[in-house]
């Protein structure tokens, strides 16, 4: 069974980092790309960031650009988000996701998804 | 960045019912489009992919179909577990976005 378990979301003051985790199993993890995804109270979904399977690509839209840093450890199937410079607009809920298996752009799909982690931004 | 625009905004309609949601695209995005189904206080699930694969698992009366900029999601015969709100997503560009979603109610 596909777990995916994040951990390390809290309160930060604005203009603080935090550093979130998302523990894997259930699947072989580094061959499939992973990404984060939030979702701020009584809101819609956000795409926040991608990686690889290997970690040799990434990718981060503007609006975290500069901020986050997404990284993954195989040998320890675990995801990173690194964020920084946080501001009141990142709070919300953040979830780990799977992108689906295949490879190319239909791995881009998301088949599960973590309960995850809320960062509130507040001071 | 691609803007995905869904309509409508929320819905209600009666157990049995055929209901469709659509999903635009700002600019072409070939067959790059995933539905998903969020009920409240739980996790988006995965639907359709590829705008028109029933991802395994997921019941028959639900449908996709559309290609470019244009797609759609129907329920087949509504039933009270479907209440949920729906997301398109396209995943063509790097950017992957969201639709606002849909938010369907039972009549």
């Known amino acids: 069974e596909v777990q995916l378990v994040e951990s390390g979301g809290g309160l930060v003051q604005p203009g603080g980092s935090l550093r979130l985790s998302c523990s894997a199993s259930?699947?072989?993890?580094?061959?499939?790309?992973m990404h984060w995804v939030r979702q701020a109270p009584g809101k819609g979904l956000e795409y926040v960031s991608s990686i690889s399977g290997n970690g040799g690509s990434t990718y981060h839209p503007d609006s975290v650009k500069g901020r986050f840093t997404i990284s993954r450890d195989n040998s320890k199937n675990t995801l990173y988000l690194q964020m920084s410079s946080l501001t009141a607009e990142d709070t919300a809920l953040y979830s780990c996701?799977?992108?689906?298996?295949?490879?190319?752009?239909?791995?881009?799909?998301?088949?599960?998804w973590g309960q995850g982690t809320l960062v509130t931004v507040s001071s | 960045d691609i803007q995905m625009t869904q309509s409508p905004s929320s819905l209600s309609a009666s157990v049995g019912d055929r209901v469709t949601i659509t999903c635009r695209a700002s600019?072409?995005?070939?067959?790059?489009l995933a539905w998903y189904q969020q009920k409240p206080g739980k996790v988006p699930k995965l639907l359709i992919y590829a705008a028109s694969t029933l991802q395994s698992g997921v019941p028959s009366r639900f449908s996709g179909s559309g290609s470019g900029t244009d797609f759609t999601l129907t329920i087949s015969s509504l039933q009270p577990e479907d209440v949920a709100t729906y997301y398109c997503q396209q995943y063509n560009s790097a950017h992957i976005t969201f639709g606002q979603g849909t938010r369907l109610e039972i009549k």
């Open positions: 259930g699947f072989t993890f580094s061959i499939y790309a």
């Open positions: 600019q072409g995005i070939s067959n790059y």
């Open positions: 996701v799977k992108g689906r298996e295949g490879g190319g752009y239909h791995s881009r799909a998301f088949d599960y």
